[in-house]
Structure formats: C-alpha cells, structure tokens
C-alpha cells in the first residue's frame, strides 16, 4: 500500500487486536481449566467442551491469521 500514514494506523489498531487475541487466549485457558475435573482430568460435560474446543480452534486460528497480516503490514511498510 502506497499510503504510509494509513499502513501506519491499520498496524496500530492491528496491535489492539493483538492485545485482545492474548487476553482472549488467558481466558480460554482459565475456562479449560474450569471443564476439567480435578480428579480425574477429564471434562466435566462433553456437550459444553465439545463446543468449547470449537471455540478455542477458531480463536487459534485468529491469533495465526492475525500475527500473519501484522508481519505482511510490517513487511510492506518497510
């Protein structure tokens, strides 16, 4: 992109999604923790896990794809 000022602001709003995709994640293990038993280490409810690690999946798969445009943007700032 040609117009630096706006690679410069799409990059600074992409670090808030960062900040937000890292405090997602801490959730995310503090809830698996939470659907796992403590004597035995399996789930607590099937159902709620099952959907639960759906969820997670998606998150992952926005942290990658995040990280992949920011290093895109930094790479064609340059």
Known sequence: ???R???E???HQMTGIEKNN???MEHI????LLLTSDNNGTVKDAQISSKFNELKKKLQETNQ???EFMA???QNHK
Not at 29 to 32: K, L, Y
């Open 1 to 3: 992109m040609e117009d």
């Open 5 to 7: 000022k706006t690679v």
């Open 9 to 11: 602001e799409v990059m």
């Open 22 to 24: 890292f405090r997602n």
């Open 29 to 32: 293990s503090g809830i698996d």
């Open 65 to 67: 794809l995040t990280k």
């Open 72 to 74: 895109m943007l930094k």
